[in-house]
């Protein structure tokens, strides 16, 4: 089956189209900057388009997607569209798109206020410009649902969790379960006879401990922001910071939101950058802030993956993906290192062969394992789409 995944945010649209049968992506392309200066980039097998053209809101990305299919011959070929939406609340699996699920959607906007009116409206335009075709809605979030209270709750009284469903959440969800079929496949087991540690690692990062194939624990919490340093995002931290940080140099909440989402993490540690390449390059160089960003960014990486495996009797693979996981020699290098009391021993020949090959063992054959998988969060939302309309 052909399926059409749009991830719409804030003020883009993503979108590709993906054969589930031969797993490969036939089309892909971005909207991006809507109500600003709309700019489509797309690539597909008759040829590829990049131009800015106006588009102030959601509804003209979406047909401007459209326009490009039709214009590949494309159209004619999907038979479904799997949505990817960040929060999805009470939901514990993928869902098909309704009315109901579109409303709920929208009244969780406080979870997530930049993502859930736009995944919301995407699938209104979805609707509107390929009302033939059935929807289906794939949250980052549900995989995350078998997590046991102990691991979800915050330790805030009771009552925010009973009133206002304040709780850990976890993200990247799609990837998780993206990996964890993939790692078992490679260890030639069922999922639900593994224990893995994920770290997905990109410029948002989260890791998870995985029980049986199923989420135990993971490190994002009710937002994306929770957890491990990020690009911009600075992970954890001691709430009191804020209010200090608040008292100090009169920080209202949108400055404060503005100083951990987008001017910390990497960034934030560095003064130079979020990306891993420029900062493993400077670093290399001497640079100073770029070595402290890498350095800390390991640490605290080896702190929480060694605080979720306790969620776990045994990890049978620790498993990196996400653009720095599967690209960053340096920071799987320095992850294992500083894992020696869990036994890790990186082998460095097959950590130097950084090749795309999913399931490249990097351990040191004797020592637990771990292994590269290359995260396909796409082609999940595929598969499930194709799940749920047949
Ligand atoms: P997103 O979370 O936006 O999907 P990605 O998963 O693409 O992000 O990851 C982006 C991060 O991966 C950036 O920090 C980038 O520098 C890093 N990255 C990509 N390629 C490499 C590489 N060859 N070496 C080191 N880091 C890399």
Redesign the pocket.
Known sequence: MRVLVLNCGSSSVKFAVIDTQTKESISSGLVENIGVNGHVKAKGPAGNIDFNFDCPTHAEAVAEVQKFLAEQKLIDTIEAIGHRVVHGGKYIKSEKVSQEVIDYIRSITLFAPLHEPAHATGMECATKFFPTLPQVAVFDTAFHQTMPRKAYLYGIPYSFYEKDAIRRYGFHGTSHRFVTAEAAKILGKKPEDCCFITAH????SSCSAILNGKCADTTMGFTPLDGLIM?TRSGSLDPAILFFISKKYGYDIDRLDKLVNKESG?LGLSGLS?????L?QAASEGHIGAQIALETFCYKLTREIGGIAMALPRIDALVFT???G??????RKTVMENLALLGYQIDDARNEDNGKNSGHIISKDGTPTAMVVATNEELLIALDTEALVK
Request: aromatic share 0%; hydrophobic share 30%; no cysteine.
């Open positions: 690692l990109g410029n948002g690009g990497l979020n990306d891993m390449r420029t493993t996400g653009g720095i599967e690209n960053s020699r340096v920071v």
